[in-house]
């Protein structure tokens, strides 16, 4: 075989024609990197290696770039559970932000779209279960479970219409301990199999940024809570049983630093502690004797291919988006909102006051690019803290918050408020009218719901108050689509970007198993995932 020519020095043996002059050797191993179903040689040329698709003798054999197919990343076995054709799911944000058509988008190409339940009435939860499981057929789906300290009876209502419906999914969120109504969900159905496996008809996917609240979910589940939910009759004593002998969840998300509710924990921190609870948990339930095994998957910053492609390298099983969805065309929010997100950067986020657990310091991650939110609830818990009611606060203060931020009377909010409360827990409206701290916070929590109201609905007079939970990994989402169709709002739906997602983390893989092999003239990590 004739050694290669240097006007063509990835192509091996062939008699083709020269690339055009303008192909550079970098950019022939770009084309071919991108070429996911092909195997690539890494061969000796005097003294450099290439990269070929025909393979050399073997004393110039270098090394192999296998094929990688986007299907092929993640873990089979998460893939063969859920029933999904990619080890990807896009996450649950409150509100319907991940709307029905996103979760019927995502499942359509091949992932799992969890829809926002959180903060949503039980009825409008209930006709997103009617909607899409009268829109999908056979493809994977899942709908938020959020945890709700203040109000336990609403998560356990919540749950049974989940059972009433059969949804077979839900992401557990914001859990700090195991609750009944994430036990119910789980053990609802278990049945045992004549080769001694368990039928467990509901999957729990909970998504964590503490290992011990994963050690938690990985357990079975705690003694007391399933004799409780027998002795309610919720639970058949066979049911509880059988749950004892699984883990309440096979897959746990590590979420890192995301929008909304986080720890802001770094991925590469999180995600090894994590996948280390899971070899303890494995050896400590003997769930390999029981034909199980936990999966781990990664969330939170995964904005662009190299952030996929290094969650998957530190061993995630699969990934989990969630502010980039936010900006695709499918997500429940407003026009306005999304060019708000295509124009932010990594730093263009802020902590801030949580409309939920207000009284306990909650914060949740948000957009500051466009809107005062994350400044003006900052303002209103610090009254809140410093004052045993809004009346007790100076009276510069009080008008400017009624003026800036609440922009109508105190007293008014407070009406609309008590009115509210009245419907939906009477004993919190009664608390409000006895107790003015109580009443101060009721009425802060008005603005920080509306703001997200506000935000969905794109209410003109309200942009600067527009509260849009976001993590830093939309600026890594804009910053990869650059210069691209992907750049503009209306280009970004939900199938795209996620098949765009996932043959870039593919590509890198090619790029570093050719890197590997001390392959010269590669194009940057960034060039191979730039969306095509």
């Not at 192509?11 to 950019?27: D, F, K, M, V, Y």
């Not at 918050?401 to 919190?428: C, G, H, M, N, S």
């Not at 570093?512 to 940057?524: F, H, I, N, Q």
Request: proline share 8%; net charge neutral.
């Amino acid at each position: 075989m004739p050694p290669p020519g240097n006007d063509n020095l990835a192509r091996i043996g062939q008699a083709l024609p020269p690339p055009p002059a303008t192909a550079t050797l970098e950019q022939r191993s770009l084309e071919l990197l991108r070429e996911l179903d092909q195997v690539l040689y890494a061969v000796r040329h005097e003294d450099q290696v290439v990269l070929s698709e025909v393979p050399p003798p073997m004393r110039l054999l270098a090394g192999m770039v296998p094929a990688v197919r986007p299907e092929d990343l993640g873990s089979p076995a998460f893939r063969d559970a859920h029933g999904a054709r990619y080890a990807y799911a896009s996450g649950a944000m409150a509100g319907g932000i991940a709307s029905v058509q996103l979760v019927v988008a995502v499942g359509r190409a091949g992932g799992i779209g969890f829809f926002g339940s959180g903060g949503l009435p039980l009825s409008g939860i209930e006709s997103a279960v009617r909607e899409v499981q009268g829109t999908l057929a056979s493809e994977p789906y899942g709908f938020n479970l959020l945890h709700n300290p203040f109000e336990p009876g609403l998560e356990l209502e919540t749950v049974e219409l989940f059972l009433k419906h059969q949804v077979r999914r839900v992401e557990a969120a914001a859990f700090m301990r195991i609750t009944p109504a994430v036990v119910l969900y789980r053990a609802r159905g278990l049945r045992a199999l004549p080769d001694g496996r368990i039928a467990a008809p509901n999957r729990v996917l909970a998504k964590v940024s503490r290992p011990e609240i994963a050690a938690r979910f990985m357990a079975p589940p705690p003694t007391a809570l399933l004799r409780e939910l027998v002795a309610s009759g919720r639970l058949h004593e066979d049911e509880a049983r059988l749950a004892a002998r699984l883990p309440i969840a096979e897959d746990i998300t590590a979420e890192a630093d995301s929008g909304g509710p986080t720890d802001q924990r770094p991925l590469a921190v999180l995600l090894p502690l994590i996948l280390d609870e899971r070899e303890r948990a494995m050896e400590r339930h003997g769930w390999a004797h029981e034909h199980l095994a936990i999966r781990v998957g990664a969330a939170g910053g995964i904005g662009d291919p190299m952030a996929a492609h290094a969650a998957l390298s530190l061993g995630a099983d699969y990934l989990m988006t969630g502010s980039i969805n936010q900006a695709c065309v499918e997500a429940g929010t407003s026009a306005h909102v999304k060019q708000l997100l295509a124009a932010a950067d990594m730093a263009d986020v802020a902590m801030a006051p949580a409309p939920d657990m207000f009284e306990i310091g909650a914060r949740v991650q948000v957009l500051k690019r466009g809107t005062l939110y994350p400044q003006r609830a900052q303002r209103l818990y610090e009254l809140f803290k410093a004052y045993p009611d809004f009346e007790s606060a100076p009276a510069p203060e009080r008008e400017k918050v009624e003026r800036q931020i609440l922009r109508r009377p105190f007293a008014e909010v407070w009406a609309d408020t008590e009115r509210y409360w009245q419907a939906r827990d009477p004993a919190k409206a009664e608390e409000g009218r006895r107790d003015g701290k109580t009443r101060m916070a009721l009425c802060f929590r008005w603005y920080l719901g509306m703001s997200s109201r506000w935000a969905a609905k794109d209410d003109p007079e309200r942009r600067s108050d527009y509260q849009v939970w976001c993590g830093p990994a939309i600026g890594a989402l804009n910053r990869w689509t650059r210069g691209t169709a992907l750049a503009q709002p209306e280009a970004r739906d939900a199938a795209t970007l996620a098949r765009a997602l996932l043959t870039g983390a593919a590509a890198l893989a090619r790029r570093e198993a050719a890197a590997r092999a001390g392959v010269k003239g590669l194009p940057s990590p960034f060039e191979v995932a730039r969306p095509s």
